[in-house]
């Protein structure tokens, strides 16, 4: 583990460690704080019209604040802002304390705050990561950020029940004080000077960016395809496999999806990030398509499952903090994060337009659609370039081999001189 931190690290901070703390610190107290706010808004004690609009206003704030947080970066410093941002978070996770015992308007004033102290920073944060990490180490330092606030989701939601919604409210507060302090106290720094200097990149160029479009297309298919198929599920399994297959995937997916993390952070690393990202696609693809021709058969249920799992990890690590990263560079890394994450945020937002839509669509049907389109989001990314320069694929390959001739010729050399011991 100690010797995957230091290859991760960005020179100059691999003998302290800093870098990656940093980094670390940073991503994993705004994920948590993310997450344990959806937790609380789910727990507020009012009608599930009411929460659902109320998530939708934190989501939208989010995803304008994110897009204004990525304008703002280039005038008052990544820095500066990620101060702001994480102050802000203090002050707007200590409303939510008076939120039960107030009328809906503050509630909504109070999510749109939360959907700021979010969204403002976000992709600083992000494009922090990408500067104090190299392409080469990205994906498994990106992996085990990942992978540890994937695994406190659930302790962090039993300690927020137990809590209550004032006790949660306060813990959250809390919870971006103490990551403000950390963030503080492991002194941050500006992001490295690149020796070639870019011009600034508008977000109409962006758009234009054809490897960027390439990766965002399947991108936005993967999450609008995701939330359909969540939500035709959701009715569905109330007649097959029944309502214990949905509480087996609300414990069981996490898991999966842990595991997929690491080893789609490691694999991006070592065969590329769109071998991989094509290996998500296909795999769900296969999922949705054996549950349409055998929706009855308990098994193709439980490989949904699994495959679901392991694809969403893979996809999320990859597409939420590695690609983005690797296609921009010190300057515009917060717009690609902005407009690249957009769909993420987007999706929780798609269920109020596409619910209706799903009482017009069979389950079966709905899922041999979704393998349909899922395969045909696979065609962009034929298309689109490999982030991850050839040469550092070849030099890890290279290193590989001579890792284990190194390993086979003491192997052989313990041998020999047991033999002549002998």
Known sequence: MRRMLKQGLPEGAVTSGRGFCLVFALLFN??????????????????LGLVSTFRSIFYIATIGSSIAGALLAEKVGRVHLIYFWMILGVFSSSFLTYAPNMAAGYHSLVFLMLGISFGLGMPSSLAYLADHTVIENRGRVSSLIFLAVNLSA???????????????????????????????????SPPRPEKKVTKPVSFTILLQDRRFVLYLVPWLMFNLIDILEKSVLEGYSNTFPGPEFSQIVARAEPVIASFSILIGGLLADRVGRKRVVIYGFVSLGVAYAIIGMAPTFLIAWYLYLVIDGLAAGILWIIFILILWGDLSHNGCREKYYAIGNLPFFASSIFPLFILPMTELVPPTAAFSLASFFLFLAVLPLMYAPETLPESKVELRRLKGYAEEAKKLTEKHRNVALKQGSG
């Open 30 to 47: 705004a994920f948590t704080w993310f997450y344990m706010t959806l937790v609380l808004i789910g727990n507020l004690p009012a009608s």
């Open 154 to 188: 659930v302790p962090l939601a039993i300690l927020l029940m137990t809590l209550g919604f004032a006790g949660g409210a306060t813990m959250l507060a809390l919870w971006r004080v103490v990551g403000f302090g950390v963030f503080l106290m492991l002194r941050p």
